[in-house]
């Protein structure tokens, strides 16, 4: 049988700054000895509302493996100023942490996204943000192979993904579930690392997506209330709601409700945030 983590190029690895996606990338550097061939690229899309936890991961993973990770951000989703125009390439010195790349796709769209507009916040800081950062290394989309994170107990997602119409030109490849690899694979390994991320398992890599259950999303705020404002201001602006309930509804019952335990439930929801581009569980 064949290695799943050999990947041959031209290939995009994308590295949502979670645990998964990062154990990922870690078996393909071993299976390629250490060193990416030079047509597989790695990448990660920040959208300057992941968590610092998250960038500083990136940061490490890079470092620690002495394996390029590009950093890039949303600029416009403008035919005009072409692939190498629509994206800008950062670090983790420069990257945006005040929600700068979300702020100009808002702009852009002079509305928010929701629950009802859709989910296209990761349709144009992510999923278009690797699209024309491969376009600038000469590959249209179909033209190389796209590498995510999903696992074997992600079924579902591993043949839903590849069976949407609009992806039918897309190739990709899901290397942890073709080894037959789970959750707990992954908490063993980062058990045993000598680095690991620094947020409790179970949260999620964007401070406060709106896509989660209520009840996520009340443990989230209770977390972190301070990143809740940069949310509630979008909606105040826009007299619209991100996600079914308003921050203002989500943070207050932060401050009021009991203290909720992040359980099976909320660690389930918190992967499925991005549809496994921005953010499987941390």
């Known amino acids: ?8 190029g031209p290939a995009l690895i994308s590295f949502s700054g979670g645990r998964t996606s990062a154990y990922m990338l870690w078996r393909i550097l071993q299976a390629h000895g250490g060193t990416l061939p030079d047509d597989v690229h790695v990448a990660f899309a920040n959208t300057g509302k992941e968590r610092e936890e998250t960038l500083r991961f990136v940061h490490d993973c890079a470092t620690w493996w002495n394996v390029r990770v590009r950093w890039l951000e949303f600029v416009t989703d403008l035919r005009k100023p072409g692939a190498s125009g629509r994206f800008v390439e950062v670090g983790y010195n420069s990257a945006s ?9 808002i702009a852009r769209k002079k509305a928010i996204f929701s629950t009802m507009s859709g989910r296209w916040c990761t349709e144009f800081c992510k999923i278009g943000v690797l699209t024309d950062f491969m376009e600038t290394m000469g590959y249209a989309q179909g033209e190389y192979t796209e590498v995510i994170g999903f696992r074997a107990d992600e079924r579902d997602r ?3 993904m590849p069976a949407k119409p609009r992806n039918a030109h897309r190739r990709f490849a899901f290397p942890l579930a073709a080894a037959g690899l789970r959750k707990p694979d992954i908490f063993r390994f980062w058990d045993a690392s000598y680095f690991d991320l620094q947020l ?3 949260t ?7 896509f989660l259950a209520f009840k996520a999303r009340v443990i989230r705020a209770r977390r972190d209330p301070e990143s809740c404002k940069w949310w509630a201001s979008k909606e105040v602006a826009f007299d619209y709601n991100f996600g079914r309930e308003s921050f203002a509804e989500v943070m207050r019952a932060a401050e009021q409700g009991p203290l909720l335990p992040l359980d099976d439930i909320e660690q389930d929801a918190a992967e499925s945030e991005c549809v496994g581009w921005c953010g499987e569980a941390a």
């Not at 049988?1 to 041959?8: A, R, W, Y």
């Open 200 to 202: 409790p398992r179970g």
């Open 1 to 8: 049988m064949s290695d799943p983590f050999l990947i041959t």
């Open 97 to 105: 942490r005040n929600g700068e790349p979300l702020e100009r796709l």
């Open 158 to 160: 591993v043949f839903e």
């Open 204 to 210: 999620g890599n964007c401070d406060q997506c709106p």
